[in-house]
């Protein structure tokens, strides 16, 4: 009964998370849910045929309701939101640092800023602009996904104005894409 319990989470698990994408977006509690379908297929087998069906009638809508309601979409909300935030974090850093220091313009090196975890799923890129002096006179901070194959499609790009861009294309967002307003 464990051992078909086992075998039949791990036929189910395997396709669903084959990229990893499950553990990457939700960490150790993708574990937590492997133990939440081993243990119903542990009381599955472990029931009578009647009994059964009547698990099967009781937990497959609140299993089609669940899943209904956290569509890549809504996963990636949060992380999307966090984001532009973290964005918009750097660009204040930014420009607080060059009203700080007038005669160097901006920073060489992003600064250090603490983030929302939702962000962790984006990696920031500084490109600095320099003028003729060798100043760093403008900016673009860069948000690319970590692993796209995982639902994250888009980027993210803020200016030295505050304008945030954005593209869903396999790349970075430059300011020649859609302004997010």
Known sequence: MVLWAGLFAVVLFTPIDWNGCGFFRRGVVEFLHFVYVFSWFVVFFALRLRWRLLLLIVTAPLVFYSLGLNGTGEENAAPEAATVGALRQFQSSLDAYRNEHQQ??????????????????????????????????????????????????????????????????????????????
């Not at 962000?119 to 100043?135: C, L, M, S, T």
């Open 104 to 181: 160097q313009g901006y920073p060489e090196l992003l600064p250090t800023i603490a983030v929302s975890p939702y962000a962790k799923f984006y990696i920031f890129k500084y490109v600095p602009a320099r003028d003729a002096d060798g100043r760093v006179a403008s900016y673009l901070v860069q948000a690319t996904p970590r692993r796209r194959e995982c639902g994250f499609y888009m980027s993210f790009t803020i200016a030295d104005d505050g304008k945030v861009f954005y593209t869903f294309e396999p790349r970075e967002a430059t300011t020649a894409d859609k302004n997010l307003e």
